[in-house]
């Protein structure tokens, strides 16, 4: 079974800048393609951004574009999302998760398995 655990949300003032980090275990990394969706008080979960499984492509929501980088370690089974510039909007639970099919994909039905998230907060 596949597991993935979040780290490295918190409180940061608009306009600062988090690291989050997902490590997995239980599978092979290396051949799930991997997302990060988020999801705040009364809206639906979003997709953030996504990778491939080699972490040569990915693709990111408009609403972060510029401003937050998704990478990837295969060789220590960890993707990682790097967010500057945070808005208050970005105030939210972040989740990652692993498509088994290996193609990036910004739908979150695609996703096999999912951390139990880390919350970010941003203060205006």
């Known amino acids: 079974q596949v597991q993935l655990v979040e780290s490295g949300g918190g409180l940061v003032q608009a306009g600062g800048s988090l690291r989050l980090s997902c490590a997995a275990s239980?599978?092979?990394?290396?051949?799930?393609?991997m997302g990060w969706f988020r999801q705040a008080p009364g809206k639906e979960r979003e997709i953030v951004c996504a990778?491939?499984?080699?972490?040569?492509?990915?693709c990111y929501a408009d609403s972060v574009k510029g401003r937050f980088t998704i990478s990837r370690d295969n060789a220590k089974n960890e993707v990682y999302l790097q967010m500057n510039s945070l808005k208050s909007d970005d105030t939210a639970v972040y989740y990652c998760?692993?498509?088994?099919?290996?193609?990036?994909?910004?739908?979150?039905?695609?996703?096999?398995?999912w951390g139990q998230g880390t919350q970010v907060t941003v203060s205006s």
């Open positions: 998760a692993a498509d088994r099919t290996m193609n990036l994909s910004s739908n979150r039905a695609r996703y096999d398995y």
């Open positions: 239980g599978g092979t990394f290396s051949h799930f393609a």
């Open positions: 990778i491939s499984y080699t972490g040569g492509r990915t």
